[in-house]
């Protein structure tokens, strides 16, 4: 089956958004982003990557009545006890300084003086229809964190985290080899396979 023909992405992140945008390229659909259709943003109150995402494509379709795909998504490291995790955006601070969160994942890793430097990129996606349930597809990546920062593509951590098998950083890979290997990637992955099956609805 496909998508519906008008698809809002619920995100105010352009990294974000332009990568979901590559990835729903092949289903032909038009796309419209929260920020470009003006809508606020909803308080991320969900406990884990799966609630925030449905909670953001419910808002998206309550406020425009079409079908709402939402990501949750966030780095998840071992010698920090899952954090970031859910609260990766927000260790950016209200001005989405990547940087400056880096940087923290850095100092507390050595504050712990963690040998542990694993840690994986956790994608929860989110598809809402208008009078219908939400369904929610997970796609995880596994890696080591490396410091300095190395690359100027990508967004987020991806600056610091080399997925397995790799040795280019997420900051260093060419956008179509990641997007054959994310963590959001293997979540639209799943979304695939589950719209050959099932009718998404209008």
Known sequence: MKLAPVVVVASHNPGKVREIIDLLSPFGVQIKSA???????????GSSFSENAALKARA?????????????SGLVVSGLNGAPGIYSARWAGPHKDFAAAIARVQCELKAVQAR???AKFVCALALAVPQGTTKIFQGEVHGQLVF???GTRGFGYDPIFVAEG???SFGELDPTI???ISHRARAFAMLKEWL??????P
């Open 35 to 45: 920020g470009e259709l003006g809508l606020s943003e909803p308080d991320e109150t």
């Open 60 to 72: 998206a379709v309550v406020a425009t009545g079409v079908t709402a795909l939402a990501d949750d």
């Open 116 to 118: 542990d430097h694993s």
């Open 148 to 150: 300095p920062p190395r």
């Open 166 to 168: 790799m040795r280019e």
């Open 178 to 180: 990641k997007h054959a």
């Open 196 to 201: 050959a099956t099932v009718d998404a609805g």
